[in-house]
């Protein structure tokens, strides 16, 4: 199963996404937490780990990336049917039982547009075969860029992260209708959610989609301040591996996965 956490800048995406991803290990499961964002530098600082060599590296760099891979001659990137143990070693960074692997990221100024990133995070989404005992999660950059670039079509699966802000609310319907027509199903985690703004976050979110509610948490923040590695776990993620772990024993029904339909 290959899920996409999605959200406005600074909603918690990278946090929720080593959540998810350690106690989806935690619960057995073999994990590939993939960094997609080409911007920010913090998974590997969450997860407690040096980066691993980026995959946009390992292909020769960006420049080089773009004048051989693009358009048609991504379908070559990788064989059908590519497995987790078959990425290449150098580009997996081991954190307990978490593998972290870091697509690429915007190094230099006048270097030109991400889109080589969107390409090659779409093309390993596309060929790689995940089994019983896989997961992938992906911690997508800001916005709704990767739906632009049909990575979420690569996906079972789009969580939205939903923080206390106006934006963060409009985003959610976008994403709702974007989901719809990748044909993916979504569910909300509420992040932040102190009890005084609880109610309003509620209020702009479909309730049957919200799966979880993270409370605003001092220690969370705090590890992130100081540069730490988040050390904190919280049970209140669990419903999100629950239900992930559902979706594994049952394929989606697509067709009734919606509360808002495009165009709404
Ligand atoms: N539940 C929480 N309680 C307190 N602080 C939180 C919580 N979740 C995230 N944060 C803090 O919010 C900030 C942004 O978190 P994070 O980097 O995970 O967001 P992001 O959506 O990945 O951001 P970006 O869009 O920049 O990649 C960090 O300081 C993080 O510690
Ligand atoms: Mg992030």
Redesign the pocket.
Known sequence: MKIIIS?K????????STLIARSLAAHGFNVLLVDA?ES?F?LQRLLGVDAPVHLMDDFGGKAHFKKNWMGTASEGLFKDHTRISDLPQTCIAQSGDVKLLIIGKVHSHGEGCACPMGVLSKSILAKLDVMENEVVVV?AE?GVEHFGRRVDGECDLVLG?VDPSFESFMLAKKMESMAYAAGCEIFFIL??ATPDVLTDMKSHIPADKIIAV?????A??M???KGNRLEKDLPEIDPVCKLIKDRKNRPANRANLFSVKPGK
Request: net charge negative; proline share 4%; charged share 20%.
């Open positions: 959200g800048g600074g909603s918690g995406k990278s946090t929720i964002d920010n913090g911690d800001a992260v992040n932040k993270i409370p605003h948490n001092n969370v923040f590890d992130s301040l």
